[in-house]
């Protein structure tokens, strides 16, 4: 896995790098990883990081029409959301988290599936917000960034941690630069 795994670091780099320039073509390289990264974390038993995946690809392809056309971002403005899109966003995110986490200890041989199920969750509904220039979703990232650095360390996916870790890094990098290009009344 371990050629498997550079390229797949490379393609996530690659995508968070381009969607902190709210360049289109971060759904391309979103894509790519994630089918990718489909396969190894299958390999480690992080099923619903797996399944996780499958949603990434999905959300690539809804990123791609949602940011415009013609390789601009231009017709769609990052906005904020108010504390109670937030406060319904971490509710919902607890409740499917003990939800998936309970269907994993009974019914797979997973591992750590309480924190794959939370980070698996979050990172969706992130996603999303990603897909809607939502700014607080680097906020989010930078929690669940955290949290998968000691998850995949935990599976001995070093370089997938690594990454991780950069990404805490490049979350405050993304929602500083996001919440300039922001109009401000």
Known sequence: MGELETIAVVLALAYLLLAM??????????????????VIFAD?????????????????VVGWVFWGQNDSAETLAVSTRPASFHLLTLVTIGF??????????????AARPFIDAGTTVSAILCTWMVTRKILENWLYWIVINAVSVWLFMDRGLSLTSGLFALYIVLSVIGYISWRRTMAHP
């Open 21 to 38: 320039r709210q360049n289109r073509f971060c759904w391309v390289a979103a894509f790519l990883s994630a089918l990718i990264y489909l």
């Open 44 to 60: 480690v038993k992080l099923y619903m990081e797996a399944g996780l995946q499958v949603i990434y690809a999905v959300m690539a």
């Open 96 to 109: 499917c988290t003990l939800v998936s986490g309970a269907l994993l200890t009974t019914y797979t041989d």
